[in-house]
């Protein structure tokens, strides 16, 4: 079954910075799709990935957090939560639609999304929101899937 290509996008991070996908294509791509910053299974979730990002960088993995908040709450959460890689605001949900990743409230399910260095989708998890997958789950998915 072949890949779907991702659709390029521009967002603003943490920092207020433009961040476009496919400039960053020289690794993989790891979209985190996360409900709400503060909450506690997503501020567990991201520094998870924070604590571990040298597991996810040796196997070229860059890992990206997306949801709808506004640039300004996720520099408060990053901030708190010293969470360095980007973290990207969708407000206009065009991002996370296209990735269907919003809930029956038009809010931020957990999703993971892992885009190949060529832009195609490899990659795909639907989490239930009350839980979420640790660095080492998802890599472990990942090499017994032969994908990294």
Do not use: W
Not at 68 to 91: K, Q, R, T, V
Not at 110 to 139: A, C, H, M, Q, W
Request: proline share 5%.
């Amino acid at each position: 079954m072949p890949f779907k290509k991702a659709e390029n996008f521009i967002l603003k991070d943490q920092r207020g910075e433009e961040f476009e996908l496919y400039k960053h294509l020289d690794h993989y791509v790891l979209l985190v799709f996360y409900p709400k910053d503060n909450s506690r299974v997503c501020s567990v979730q991201l520094d998870n990935y924070q604590k571990n990002i040298k597991l996810f960088e040796e196997a070229g993995i860059r890992p990206v957090g997306i949801n709808i908040e506004s640039s300004d709450s996720h520099n408060s959460f990053c901030g708190n939560m010293n969470i360095l890689f980007p973290i990207l605001s969708d407000p206009e949900k065009k991002v996370s639609k296209s990735f269907n990743a919003l809930n029956f409230l038009s809010v931020n399910r957990r999703k993971l999304v892992l885009i190949s260095p060529s832009g195609e989708v490899v990659y795909e998890r639907n989490i239930p929101f009350f839980r979420y997958d640790s660095t080492r789950k998802i890599l472990g998915d990942l090499r017994r899937k032969h994908i990294v």
